[in-house]
């Protein structure tokens, strides 16, 4: 049996975009950046051209997704009217991170790729170094949740035998 010391509080549309935002975003960037981008290349048959080549489009489409929720969160934190500064300063950050892969990484990297995909050798570059760790500081915060979750938001259940 469950119980709970407090009365039920219902989370609204707002809430649940919020959380559905945040864990579609979370297992978006986990499942490419850091599952499917490594394995790809140590798939039989994939040469480095042909990688980069699925790379770019699955990046791109990436891109857009996490736009697409990245205008969502603010517009729910929005309607919610309990975010605060500090929700509205982490939605800032991400936005700020986003940016910075979209709008100046992610070019770079292209014109690497298209390089590597024609038969040449770009020089050498640490942009992958930076794309990388603005996604494990998106996904791994040590001072937060890597989540961006109201706490009203969440409800805390526990079985009856476990309060003191």
């Known amino acids: ?36 981008t490594p394995l790809k290349f140590r798939a039989p048959g994939i040469t480095a051209a042909l990688g980069l080549g699925i790379g770019r489009l699955v990046f791109r489409a990436l891109a857009a997704a996490e736009l697409a929720l990245a205008v969502a969160l603010p517009a729910a934190l929005a309607l919610d009217n309990r975010g605060g500064v500090v929700a509205v300063g982490l939605v800032g950050l991400l936005w700020l991170m986003l940016a910075a892969q979209v709008s100046v990484l992610r070019p770079r990297l292209d014109r690497r790729a298209r390089i590597v995909v024609a038969g040449g050798t770009p020089p050498r570059s640490r942009l992958h170094l930076a794309y990388v760790a603005l996604d494990a500081l998106k996904v791994n915060r040590t001072d937060a949740p890597n989540i961006l979750l109201l706490k009203h938001n969440i409800k805390y259940m526990f079985k009856a035998e476990d309060r003191v």
């Open 1 to 36: 049996m469950i119980a709970s010391s407090t009365p039920a509080m219902r989370v609204g549309v707002a809430g649940v975009v919020q959380v559905g935002v945040s864990f579609i975003r979370l297992g978006m960037v986990l499942a490419i950046s850091f599952l499917e």
